[in-house]
């Protein structure tokens, strides 16, 4: 059986760690001297830091902005059920309802997606005042109607 001497065999472009060897002993290996390479480390740590910091600002506005959104979409829902109901009463069914101040019962589905509030009817002779309030300390305010009946 023949059996090679070490001169026989090929070069082999690699070394026994695994890393890579050039043909020509001139050369650098892939990604230079390990100098380098801590440089190219230290710029990616680098990016990393400045993705990072503009990436998670980014992260927050939108969390604010989904909450000014959806104060947003209550505002308007509640806008939607006052000037219904005010369009109602001033169509005449503010006959129904004695003069002073009152709850007002809205039969509107919508007033489910509200946050916890109320509304209230103020009549004084021919002045009609609807307003829905939320009960929450940081709501998104009053929302209010008035209309006079002549």
């Not at 090679?4 to 760690?17: A, V």
């Not at 309030?133 to 009946?149: L, P, Q």
């Amino acid at each position: 059986m023949n059996v090679p001497t070490p001169g026989q065999f090929p070069k082999s472009s690699w070394s026994r760690s695994g890393r890579a060897q050039s043909k020509n002993h001139n050369e650098t290996p892939c990604f230079g001297s390990p100098n380098k390479r801590g440089y190219l480390m230290v710029d990616l740590l680098v990016a990393l830091a400045i993705l990072s910091l503009a990436i998670v600002p980014v992260g927050f506005s939108f969390a604010r902005e989904r909450q000014v959104l959806k104060m947003e979409y209550f505002r308007s829902v509640a806008n939607e059920i006052v000037d219904g109901e005010m369009e109602i009463l001033a169509a005449g069914n503010w006959k129904n309802y004695p003069d002073g101040s009152q709850d007002y019962p809205v039969h509107a589905r919508a007033a489910e997606s509200l946050p916890p509030g109320h509304f209230q009817l103020t009549k004084t002779a021919n002045h009609l005042r609807l307003e829905w309030n939320s009960d929450a300390k940081h709501g998104i305010g009053a929302v209010v109607r008035e209309v006079i009946i002549k």
